[in-house]
C-alpha cells in the first residue's frame, strides 16, 4: 500500500514540479522512476529497488501478467485520448510543411533511425525498425513547455505545435503496426500464416475501432446516456473495446482505440470537448503512475546496455543528421527561411507515447523471447532523455543564436471577441499586426473567423491561454469586454505574459463618471465604456482615419473628440505604419511624427473644423 501511494503522490509531485519549473513532465516523472528503481540498487542496504513493479518474475507490485495489463490499458486510453485531438480539418490546414513533416519526415526517421540501430547495435531488422517507429513521435507534451516562454516567429510556433499534436497518433499508430508484425511474425520467420495474423490484426483494429466510434457518437447524440455518466461510459468504452478487440485478433487492441479516438474526433459530437477534457485528466494521472513504473522497472543491466560509445553514436545521428534531414525536405519550397528550418531540425524532442509504448512492447517482446528485445526500452528511453534534456536546456539559446528569437513581441491579444472587438481586430491586421481574439462565446468566436480574424476559445479563468504557444508574440494586452471584472481580471492575470508592452482595459461606468478614477491601464478614453463602443459600433461599423498635422493638431483633435460623443480616438499609427494604443490618459502622447494617422471609431471627421 505504501507504495502504491508513493507511486501516485510521487507522481502528481513530479507534475508540479514541470509546471512550476516550465519542463515537460515526462523528464521528473522518468527521473523519479529511476531513482526509486535501478539507482536505488546502489543506495539500499540489501541491494532492492525502494519501488518493485515486478521482483523474480512472479512478485512486486504487479506480479505475473498484471503490470503487462495495466500498462497496456494505460497506453491504449492515452493513445485514444491522443487520437481525438486529431481533425481531418487541421490536416488540410496547417500547411504543406507540416503536411510533409508528418509524412516525409516520418519515413526518413523511420528508414535512417532504423538502419542506424542495425548497424550500430547489430540489431536485427524487426527490432530496429521496431525501434525507429518509436522515435517517430514528438508530441505537444514535451514541445508546449519548451516553447511555452520561447517567443518565435508565428510559422515556427505553428509548425512545432502541429507537427507534435498531429505526428502522436500516426507515429502511435505506425509502432503498433510493426510490432503486430513482429508479433504476427513469430520472432521474424514471415511466413504466409504470420501474414494472415497481421492481416487480422488490421483487419480487426480498423474495423472495431470505426464501427464503435461511430455506436459511441449515436450513444451521445441521442443522449441514451445521462450527462453525468457520459465521461465514464466513454471510457468503459475504450477499455471494452481494447479487450474485445484482443479477443477476436490478439494485440489488435491498440490500434482499435487508436482508430476509434480519431474517428470519434471527427465526428461533430456536442459534447467532445468534455470527453477530451476528461480523458487529459485521466491521462496525467495515468502518464504520472506510468513513468514511474517504467523507469523504476528498468535494472541497471539494461542501463548498462546504453551506457556506451554506440549509444551516443546512436542519439548523433538521430538528432543531428536524421531530424535535420527529413525537416529540411519537408520544407523544401516552402517559405521557411534557413535558421527557421535550422530551429525546428533542433526542436524535436520524443515524449510520452514513444517511453509508454517502447515499455510494453519492450516487456513483451522480450518476454517472447524475441532477439534483441531488451534494447527497445533502454534505446528509447535514452533518446527521449536526451532529446527532452537537450530541448528543455538550449532551445531558448539556440533561437536566439540561429536569430528566430522575438527580441520584442509586437502581437495585440484581445479579451472579447464583440463586434467593437472584431472591428479592431479587422483593423489592426489590415495593418499588418499579429491579433488573436479570445472569448468563451463560441457564437462570437465563429463570427470572427468568418471575418477572417485568428480568434480561439478560451477561458481566462483556466490555463488554456498560458500554456498556447501559437501566444508566444503577444505584447499587448487589451481586455474588451462588457464584465468589468473580467477585464480587470485578464490584466492582473496576463499582462506580465502577454502585455510587456503595455496592458489595458475598458474603463467601468464608475470610473467614467470621475476623472479622478481613470485607471493607469484605462483603454481609449476616460468618458467613454463598453456600451458607448458598443453603440457607435452599431452606427458607424468601421474604423476610420484622420491625418495628424503635428502635435498642437493631435493635441486639438482629442479635445474634439471629447467634446463630440460620437467619437473615440483608438490608435495612433505613424508613416511606418507602427501603432500606438490610445490610452485613457491621451495627452501622454510625446511625440507625434509627421504624416501620421489618427485612427478612431464613430462619424467622419472634417479636418477643416480642427485647427
Known sequence: MLELAGIIILGILAQWVAWKFKIPAILPLI??????????????????KLIQPIWNGVEGLFPGESLFYFVSLAIGIILFEGGLTLRRSEILNVGPVIIKLITVAVVVTFFGAGLAAHFIFDLSWPISFLFSSLIIVTGPTVITPILRNIPLEKDVSAVLKWEGILIDPIGALVAVLVFEFIQAGGGGQFTGTALIEFAKIILFGFTFGFTFAHGLAFVIKRKIVPHYLLNVVTLAAVLGVFVLSDVFAHESGLLSVVIMGMVLGNINLPNLSEILYFKESLSVLLISILFILLAANINIEDLKLVYNWQAVLLFAIVVL?????????????SELKTNEKIFISWVGPRGIVAAGIASLFGLKLFKNGEPGAEYITPLVFMIVLGTVLLNATTARYFAKLVGVFLNKSEGILIIGSSKVSRLIATYLKNNNRHVVLVDNNRSNINKAKDLGLEAIVGNIYGDQLKDNIELSDMGYLMALTANSDINKYAIEKFKNQFGENGSFRLITSEEMKNP??????????????????????????????IKIKNKKH??????????????????????????????????????????????YIGKPIDIEDIK
Open 516 to 545: 479622478k478614477n481613470n485607471p493607469q491601464e484605462g483603454l481609449f478614453s476616460h468618458t467613454d465604456d463598453y456600451f458607448k463602443l458598443i453603440e457607435l459600433a452599431e452606427r458607424y461599423p468601421g474604423i476610420q482615419e
Open 321 to 333: 543528421i536524421i531530424r535535420p534531414l527529413g525537416v529540411f525536405l519537408s520544407a523544401m519550397g
Open 31 to 48: 527521473l523519479i522512476g529511476l531513482l526509486v528503481g535501478p539507482f536505488a540498487t546502489l543506495f539500499t542496504s540489501d541491494g532492492t
Open 554 to 599: 493631435y493635441k486639438n483633435l482629442i479635445d474634439f473628440t471629447k467634446e463630440d460623443k460620437d467619437i473615440i480616438p483608438l490608435f495612433i499609427k505613424d508613416p511606418g505604419k507602427n501603432i500606438r494604443i490610445i490610452s485613457s490618459f491621451s495627452e501622454e502622447i510625446e511625440q507625434i511624427e509627421e504624416d501620421s494617422f489618427l485612427a
